[in-house]
């Protein structure tokens, strides 16, 4: 996986999340994309993308509340 095909996945997880489960505050979706962010970061740095993507999903449903 590459960079583009991460960042494809992260903005249709978020965007999916923001509309499907209706996460209302901004700071939360701007926390989530911060998340998907480090991931990225942290997927650059191990050259492992599909690492990162599981991690940040799994990290933003850690964090998800109502």
Same mark, same amino acid.
């Given at each position: 996986?590459? +960079? #583009?095909?991460?960042? %494809?996945? /992260?903005?249709?997880?978020i +965007?999916?999340h923001?509309?499907? $489960?209706?996460?209302?505050? &901004?700071? =939360? #979706?701007? %926390?989530?994309?911060?998340?998907?962010?480090?991931?990225?970061? $942290?997927?650059?740095?191990l050259? /492992?993308? &599909?690492?990162? #993507?599981?991690?940040?999903?799994i #990290?933003s +449903?850690? =964090?998800? &509340?109502?």
């Amino acid at each position: 996986m590459d +960079l #583009l095909t991460y960042t %494809v996945f /992260s903005i249709a997880y978020i +965007l999916f999340h923001h509309c499907a $489960i209706q996460i209302n505050a &901004e700071f =939360k #979706l701007f %926390v989530m994309a911060g998340t998907f962010i480090i991931a990225g970061a $942290i997927g650059w740095y191990l050259h /492992s993308f &599909e690492f990162a #993507l599981v991690f940040a999903v799994i #990290l933003s +449903l850690i =964090k998800w &509340e109502n």
